[in-house]
Every structure is written in C-alpha cells, then in structure tokens.
C-alpha cells in the first residue's frame, strides 16, 4: 500500500507543467505593470498593449501580419520589420554600453551602465533619463517608473526608454537577456 501511494505522488509530480520562468517586470509610479520580458525560448514580452513571442536566435516574431527579425553579425544586431531595417544595435564588448543606431547609421540613443544604475544618452550623447538600482529594483527618472527582476541596469534601462518603439524594445531586450546567460 505504501509503495503504492509513493507511485501516485511520484506520477502527480511529473504531470505538473514545469514552473513558468521569472518576470522582469516594469512598473509606472502608480504600481501598474507596464512593461513584462520572461526571457524563456520563447522569449515573451510585453510593453503596454502590445505582446510579442520572440523566438531565436536569430530573432523571429509576428505582431499581426508584421514580421520582426533580428540578425547579428559583426556590426551589432540589425531589427527589420517585413524586411526593412528598424535599428542596428551595437552593445560594447564588456556589454555596459549599448547602442542603438537608425536605418541610416545615425546614433538614435546610447545606454550606459555605470555601477550603480544607468543613463540613457541622446544622439549628442547628453543624458536623457537615467535609472539608478534602489534594493532589487531600478527605478527611472526618480520614481516615474520602476524595474523589477533583473540586475542588469542596461537591459532596465532598455525597457523603460521612451525613445525607442516597443517593439525594438522588447526585441533588444529578449536580445541581451538571452546573451547575459
């Protein structure tokens, strides 16, 4: 009987769907969640309305009937939409700076960590806005916004900046969060 019961406990273990992965989840001064990358494969993301499921590498995603790539290759990672190029982003070699580039090769934003948080730069490089880690969490522009779940103050950064669509948002962001593992 005893043995038994350890088979049922056994096979009732097995059948529970594994555990979902953790949330990185950005959230505005109100507490509301704004923003939510769970970093699997695939990769899901959300910023406001907008959710994509990001497979890869390379990445691959549909919102609607628009498909979204991203193909790395020696000058960065290059995010198309149905083909055409969105922005070209270049992270540093020690992966605390990352630039984001227009179809053109203009600077668009830079994001810099610094030990402590980090900045987001306009195209001239002056600040924008800045996150700055506050316990486990970043918190943007003072309070306007926070992140939760990651220690990565760059892919925060990212998450949060205004600048850049949500969709290359949350595709640079799967991006760097599967290249931190």
Known sequence: ?????????????????????????????????????????????????????????????????TRLTGMAGDGGTTL??????LVRLQPSSDRRELDVFDASGNALVR??????????????????????????DFVFDDGVGTVHGTHDAVLAALLLAPELLPEVRMLAACERAWNLK
């Open 1 to 65: 009987m005893f043995s038994t019961c350890l088979l049922f406990a056994c096979q009732a273990r097995a059948s529970q769907p594994p555990s979902p992965t953790p949330s990185i989840e950005a959230r505005d001064a109100k507490g509301g969640v704004d923003a939510e990358l769970r970093t699997g494969h695939p990769c899901r993301a959300r910023i406001g309305p907008i959710e994509l499921q990001i497979g890869g590498p390379p990445l691959v995603a549909l919102l609607g009937e």
């Open 111 to 136: 994001i810099v960590g610094d030990g402590t948080g980090a900045s987001i730069q306009g195209a001239t490089r002056h600040p924008l806005h800045h996150v700055a880690a506050k316990g486990d």
């Open 80 to 85: 198309a939409s149905d083909g055409q190029t």
